[in-house]
T-cell receptor, first 116, second 111 residues
Framework: DAGVIQSPRHEVTEMGQEVTLRCKPI?????LFWYRQTMMRGLELLIY????????DSGMPEDRFSAKMPNASFSTLKIQPSEPRDSAVYFC??????????????FGSGTQLSVL | KQEVTQIPAALSVPEGENLVLNCSFT??????LQWFRQDPGKGLTSLLL?????REQTSGRLNASLDKSSGRSTLYIAASQPGDSATYLC??????????FGSGTQLTVLP
């Protein structure tokens, strides 16, 4: 399996522009997570999906952030409009429900976002 | 809400030394606890997962323990090597099944 695939690897944009980050989870995984990592705040959960349905988006910082999962093999995280404080590494991760706490989390390589 | 703390933030040891990384968590109703490794500019790689019903897990030179009553987990690395240099993060999954991450321990193994 190719693992969790994220694109782009790097994104540089100007303040006010729309940014779309993409993720392809591991085939067969029914949970998908979006995390953001910064030096100041570490890894923060933004939102997660179960069977393509958003379960908890309480970590989404503002209405400028939105996420979708139109099918089991694709998810997007959109920021519109982007701001310099959104600069961070955004990770997508997926897992498969196994019960009894056996679910391992698999991460993509991340998208390094820089908003100028 | 689950809170996870890792101390120390950074650790430097000579090659060959055995070492212990510490992790503490606040919600004893933990679903599982996972240890991850992160190399610079890379994503996180899962190293060990301990279910709430377990006390430890081992993989090669790595051993992770879980003590729910004290809210602590440790990652033991035997015979450390320069290739072990990375940031190690622990993450606890509470009743909401969501992983909360610690801030990590940056490990440097000196040749």
């Amino acid at each position: 399996d190719a693992g969790v695939i994220q694109s782009p690897r790097h994104e540089v944009t100007e303040m006010g522009q729309e940014v779309t980050l993409r993720c392809k989870p591991i085939s067969g995984h029914d949970y998908l997570f979006w995390y953001r990592q910064t030096m100041m705040r570490g890894l923060e959960l933004l939102i997660y999906f179960n069977n393509n349905v958003p379960i908890d988006d309480s970590g989404m910082p503002e209405d400028r952030f939105s996420a979708k999962m139109p099918n089991a093999s694709f998810s997007t995280l959109k920021i519109q409009p982007s701001e310099p404080r959104d600069s961070a590494v955004y990770f997508c991760a997926s897992s498969r429900r196994k019960g009894q706490g056996r679910e391992k989390l698999f991460f993509g390589s991340g998208t390094q976002l820089s908003v100028l | 809400k689950q809170e996870v703390t890792q101390i120390p933030a950074a650790l430097s040891v000579p090659e060959g030394e055995n070492l212990v990384l510490n992790c503490s968590f606040t919600d004893s109703a933990i679903y599982n606890l996972q240890w991850f490794r992160q190399d610079p500019g890379k994503g996180l790689t899962s190293l060990l997962l301990i279910q709430s019903s377990q006390r430890e897990q081992t993989s090669g030179r790595l051993n992770a323990s879980l003590d729910k009553s004290s809210g602590r987990s440790t990652l033991y690395i035997a015979a450390s090597q320069p290739g072990d240099s990375a940031t190690y993060l622990c993450a606890g999954s509470g009743s909401a099944r969501q992983l909360t991450f610690g801030s990590g321990t940056q490990l440097t193994v000196l040749p």
